[in-house]
């Protein structure tokens, strides 16, 4: 399903117009990415999962094109949880 597809299902849904459901989306979107920003933040949504970060570590890898090394920064990244009502939903 693209973005496209979303905001017409949840205009429908939601018996709203187009751009009301994409405004919507778009501050959902925004509203978890500024959660995150903080460390040690989780994003809990009861029957659906929770959004959190992780800290991955400094490692080394490899360019696939040329074999040579290199090395890969630590990082923090996002994180999705499913939860239990959403994963038996998809069952």
């Not at 299902?9 to 989306?25: F, G, Y």
């Amino acid at each position: 399903m693209t973005k496209a597809e979303l905001i017409e299902k949840v205009a429908k849904s939601a018996k709203i117009t187009k751009a009301q459901a994409n405004e919507a989306i778009n501050g959902f979107v925004e509203s978890i990415k500024g959660g995150l920003k903080k460390e040690g933040t989780r994003i809990t949504m009861t029957g659906f999962g929770t959004f959190s970060t992780i800290k991955r570590a400094a490692r080394t890898g490899r360019n696939p094109r040329t074999g040579q090394t290199i090395k890969i920064s630590a990082k923090r990244t996002p994180k999705f949880t499913p939860g239990k009502a959403f994963k038996e939903a998809i069952k």
